[in-house]
């Protein structure tokens, strides 16, 4: 896709970070933008921000790990916008702990919103965006650590949200569709993904805080940090509207985690234990 004005996109998890990176941009190609979040105050100033720039913004609150909501927002887009061209499936949020100690709630969080929400919306617009045979593109925020390993649950779904976009690209491909798709792998970028628990359901809630190992707080304090120096939001989005412009599927925005994601690689094919993708 290359001509962007007047067409319309769809963004989850817009009223922050990544997701709101995107929203602005697509606003400042001259696109009708529908906002999706589950966190209305910050939802709705995206929204009117948007609009006092000028956008023509639709803000639809919604909770990804939904179906019925997701469903949702596809009417609300058809009804008020009549088509969809653009659909950033990028809602996510990240939990801490290992694989034993992450409880059901966590589990049933992390899955639920970062693979279930892209399920969701590639359920609910795929059919819409190949019925109106117009250019389209898809993209599916993944993460760079859904290519190496070693990031516990976060990962776990990550590397699920690379396997669902390449399937997502072969079937596109096999039909000859005009609808294409990336994955996006970022690494840190700065954004309030370390302030995910703001979003947690009460259904999901731990009924007692876990207190972390020395470990998982030194952890937890690199990521911090690694966040709070991360990529802008807007550089990211310039990455993610290149790529699009150029149809590539692997949308890389931090050069430095080749080497990880390639040691992985060497590991499987070589047969290799994995390596700790936190050592050069
Ligand atoms: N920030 C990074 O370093 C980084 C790196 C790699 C990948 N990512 C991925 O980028 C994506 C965006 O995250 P971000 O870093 O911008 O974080 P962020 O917290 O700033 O933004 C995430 C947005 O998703 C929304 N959200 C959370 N749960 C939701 C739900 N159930 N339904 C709808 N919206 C929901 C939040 O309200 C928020 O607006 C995520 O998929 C994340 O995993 C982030």
Same mark, same amino acid.
Do not use: C
């Given at each position: 896709m290359k001509e962007f004005k007047d067409k319309i996109a769809v963004i989850t998890g817009?009223?922050?970070g990544i997701g709101r990176g995107l929203a602005e941009r697509c606003a400042r190609e001259g696109m009708k933008v529908v906002l999706a979040d589950i966190e209305e105050p910050a939802l709705f100033q995206t929204q009117k921000e948007l609009q006092a720039s000028g956008a023509k913004v639709l803000a639809v609150r919604t909770d990804v790990s939904k179906a019925s909501d997701v469903e949702a927002l596809a009417q609300k887009t058809m009804d008020t916008?009549?088509?969809?061209h653009l659909l950033f499936n990028n809602a996510g949020i990240g939990t801490v702990g290992t694989i034993w100690e992450s409880t059901l709630a966590d589990w049933e969080w992390i899955i639920g919103v970062n693979l279930w929400g892209v399920i969701h919306g590639l359920r609910a617009f795929v059919p819409i965006m190949l019925a109106q045979d117009t250019q389209g593109h898809i993209v599916n925020t993944a993460s760079i650590a859904g290519l190496t390993t070693g990031l516990s649950a976060y990962g776990v779904t990550k590397h699920a949200v690379v396997a669902l976009s390449e399937q997502l690209y072969h079937s596109l491909a096999h039909l000859n569709a005009k609808v294409k798709a990336s994955v996006l792998c970022p690494g840190f970028?700065?954004?309030?993904i370390m302030e995910a +628990?703001?979003?947690?359901?009460v259904e999901l809630q731990n009924e007692t805080t876990r207190i972390l190992t020395p470990e998982e707080e030194a952890i937890v304090q690199y990521m911090h940090q690694a966040v709070q120096a991360g990529m802008s939001p807007q550089h990211a989005a310039d990455h993610v509207f290149q790529a699009i412009r150029e149809e590539r599927f692997y949308i890389f925005t931090?050069? +430095?985690y080749n080497a990880a994601v390639h040691k992985r690689m060497e590991d499987i094919l070589q047969q290799r234990n994995p390596s700790n993708p936190f050592q050069s």
């Open positions: 817009a009223a922050s916008f009549g088509a969809v970028v700065k954004t309030l +628990e703001r979003n947690r359901p931090h050069p +430095e």
